[in-house]
């Protein structure tokens, strides 16, 4: 299935703060080595990364892959491509259309669909599945906007799109459009508005701050009936053995246990 490359309009250039300035082949590897280097603090060199990062070398031959499939030598760009995931552990159709500094870590079980659509300095880790939905020959696979960091074993799903900025959370699972500058985690996925603006090229690796909203507003209930029992001057005891305890974990009360 034909599709336009990255649109402009969608993606302006670099997260919109450096003019685009179009590489030869040399550029494209310069720049992904570079970007490598600043988001992983195991690399030592760019001679290190050029040898044995697999995620970056599955991109590369990515581009090759899909200037011949843009050439219609789709059979031979099927076949590049299983030679690549055999050697690398990473599956991307020839199809898809990557940006630039994208930067894959670890690589392994990642597998990016036909239509899937990455914009510039996207982050992804290893087992994310930008996956498609739909039998039809349409676009059926996610848009990654930029500056977009997707955290291990993250499956999105479907024509949906990911706003520029946002942080998709490890095993998450992504099945409707995510505004710009949100948080998503959960099973479902949860999206979470952002406060805090991001703007230019800049890459927000904290996978630490991961909100709880079921938490939140779990804890805020169960705030609010206290306070409506005590004002009622009622107190029924709790019939569950389990509770919410200080530091958002489950607690079985004193004497009780459980079993798998």
């Known amino acids: 299935m034909e599709k336009a490359e990255l649109p402009t309009t969608v993606f302006p250039s670099s997260c919109g703060d450096v003019p ?32 044995t990062y697999s995620g970056l070398h599955a991109l590369w031959a990515h581009h090759f892959e899909h200037w011949i499939w843009k050439k219609g030598f789709k059979g031979l760009a099927r076949f590049l ?13 020839p199809g898809a259309v990557i940006g630039r ?7 392994m079980g990642v597998v990016i669909g036909e239509t899937s659509v990455i914009g510039d300095d996207v982050t992804i880790y290893h087992n994310v599945t930008l996956g498609g939905t739909s ?46 500058q949100s948080v998503v985690v959960g099973v479902p ?5 952002r406060s ?15 909100p709880d909203a079921i938490v939140s507003n779990l804890k805020e209930i169960i705030a609010r009936m206290e306070i409506v029992e005590e ?20 607690e079985y009360e004193e004497g009780s246990d459980f079993s798998i």
């Open 20 to 51: 685009y300035e179009r590489l030869g082949f040399l550029g494209f590897i310069s720049e992904d080595l570079r970007c490598a280097v600043e988001r992983d603090p195991a690399a030592t060199s760019k001679f290190s990364v050029i040898t």
């Open 81 to 93: 491509a299983q030679i690549t995931r055999f050697f690398t552990g990473v599956e991307i159709h």
């Open 101 to 107: 500094r994208v930067f894959i870590d670890h690589g």
């Open 135 to 180: 039998l039809q020959k349409v676009k059926r696979h996610p848009t990654i906007e930029p500056c977009v960091v997707i955290g291990a074993g993250a499956k999105v799903l479907g024509d949906i799109s990911v706003g520029a900025h946002s942080r998709i959370g490890a095993n998450s699972v992504v099945v409707k459009d995510v505004p710009p």
């Open 189 to 193: 996925g949860q999206i979470i508005l």
């Open 196 to 210: 805090e603006k991001l703007v230019g090229k800049t890459t927000d690796l904290d996978h630490s701050r991961l």
């Open 231 to 250: 004002k009622l001057d009622l107190h029924t005891p709790h019939s569950s053995r389990v509770h919410l305890a200080n530091g958002d974990y489950w």
